[in-house]
């Protein structure tokens, strides 16, 4: 997810282990009267586009969050309504159901009510950043269940993707999630590590407005949107979660890649690096589309952040501002690489998910490697220098398959996961040829779309595409023996 290097290593080893807030409450509607979600009035607001038909509850087979957030900006506060409407996705009759709400890690969360089927309950107990919620009837393996929460989140100050900055609210793992049920490891909840990403998701669809008094903000999401009076309307379907951001002061710059708008929100004196990272990122969307199988979104909006590194989501991505800080006019810095590395995050994880807290390499170093077939693609001139600067530079050791829990630093890990990952794939393809490689990383977009892929998944993928024996590289980069 974060892709680091050096400079930035210390931070954003403190941030791994950061996630922040949520919403508040919203509206008790009986599950029935929900049947097709209510259509906002287009508007020429934040975007153009029209808003897309929304599904019924009944047929419905992700999870739906509808979040109503009122911003209180000047408090650094969000009061949320969020109900949630999923089916059991386990095998069993569920009594009690966990929802992962990261916000507890950074103590900016705090319940005010919860609704089971429009019932008001007190049957819950936090742990861990764990809400485990006491089902008043028994839960049947895939019926439906109806939850509202509200609650208050008061975003922290010390950096994250959970905080508030001068600049910004950093809003990521904001709201109580429904974790992914494995039908071997059960629910997938994972505590944090020292380094990395510890949180897996399943996709969802999100229906979220939101809502401030003061019209100057900038408000800056992913999805669908539709203007409100007093805010906007987002609709994000199919997705892994919902990150966003809001702040008095950006710029917004747009361009096309094929047909899709991409979006940059920048502070105003970041306006040049800005449109650099703009262009980088279309010519990337555009180039992984082609490499990959199609981006999958309306649209991509990423956003210039207060916190180390960058962070990836659905059709949105975070970009640090010292990137942008210390752009230097070409395409040989970290500007154009991370946002080409967020980008490709569009296919390794978004589309592909996979652990990131077991196996952290199988996107990561996925994500690496197509910065390096951004720069082979369009600046085939730099990819000595982008080899240099990217991966050898460094002093590289560790199994590439090391889980989040393995390490205690960020660089080793960032070393051992991204860039001798890096060269892993490298290596992989000097012995299946490039065009079987990309026929596999194509295949395997797409039969694991929507899905959590694992590390044999990737190499039986392979496998198919290619009758190279890994097996001595796999013993070479990896601890665990083929
Ligand atoms: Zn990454």
């Not at 805010?231 to 361009?255: C, D, K, M, Q």
Request: charged letters at 15%.
């Amino acid at each position: 997810m974060k892709p680091a290097h050096l400079l930035l290593a210390l931070a954003a080893a403190l941030l791994a282990s950061c996630t922040p807030a949520v919403t508040p409450a919203a509206p008790a509607v009986p599950t029935a009267a929900l049947t097709p979600a209510p259509r906002l009035t287009p508007s020429p607001a934040p975007s153009p586009t029209p808003a897309l038909e929304p599904t019924p509850w009944a047929a419905a087979d992700r999870p739906r969050y509808i979040l109503d957030v009122e911003i209180d900006y000047p408090a650094a506060q969000l009061a949320v309504s969020q109900t949630l409407i999923f089916t059991n996705p386990s095998p069993t009759t569920l009594h009690q159901l966990p929802l992962v709400v990261a916000a507890r890690w950074v103590d900016a969360f705090e319940l005010h009510a919860l609704r089971i089927n429009g019932q008001p309950s007190e049957g819950y107990a936090f742990a861990q950043g764990v809400m485990t919620i006491a089902l008043p009837e028994a839960l049947a393996s895939a019926a439906a269940l109806h939850l509202e929460l509200d609650y208050t989140l008061t975003l922290p100050s010390a950096p994250g993707v959970l905080s508030v900055s001068p600049r910004q609210l950093h809003l990521a793992n904001w709201y109580p999630y429904l974790p992914p049920y494995d039908s071997e490891a059960g629910w997938l909840i994972h505590p944090p590590g020292l380094v990395g990403e510890h949180l897996v998701f399943d996709p969802a669809d999100f229906e979220v407005t939101l809502r401030t008094a003061d019209p100057t903000l900038v408000l800056m999401a992913p999805g669908v949107a539709s203007a409100l009076p007093d805010g906007a309307h987002y609709s994000l379907l199919n997705a892994r979660a919902f990150i966003w951001s809001v702040g008095p002061e950006f710029v917004r710059l747009e361009t096309l890649a094929g047909d899709t708008p991409v979006r940059a929100y920048v502070y105003p004196e970041h306006t040049a690096a800005g449109e650099a990272a703009l262009q980088a990122v279309a010519g990337s969307l555009t180039l992984y589309a082609e490499l990959f199988g199609p981006y999958h979104y309306d649209s991509l909006t990423f956003v210039e952040a207060s916190f180390a590194d960058g962070l990836e989501s659905d059709a949105f991505f975070f970009l640090d501002r010292n990137y942008f800080a210390t752009y230097d006019g070409t395409v040989r810095n970290y500007l154009t690489a991370i946002a080409v590395h967020e980008t490709a995050h569009q296919w390794w994880y978004s589309q592909v998910g996979n652990n990131p807290a077991l196996e952290p390499w199988l996107d990561e170093a996925l994500c690496t490697f197509s910065e390096l077939l951004f720069y082979e693609r369009l600046h085939p001139s730099q990819v000595e220098w982008w080899w240099q600067f990217r991966i050898d530079r460094f002093n590289l050791e560790g199994a590439v398959d090391r889980s989040i829990y393995d390490q205690a630093e960020f660089l080793p890990y960032v070393k051992a996961v991204y860039f001798r990952g890096t060269r892993f794939l490298n290596d992989v393809r000097k012995l299946t040829g490039e065009r079987a490689l990309l026929a596999a990383l194509r295949d395997y977009a797409e039969q694991y779309n929507g899905q959590l892929a694992t590390a044999e998944d990737f190499f039986a993928i392979l496998a198919e595409h290619s009758p190279a024996d890994l097996t001595n590289l796999r013993a070479y980069y990896f601890k665990t023996a083929p």
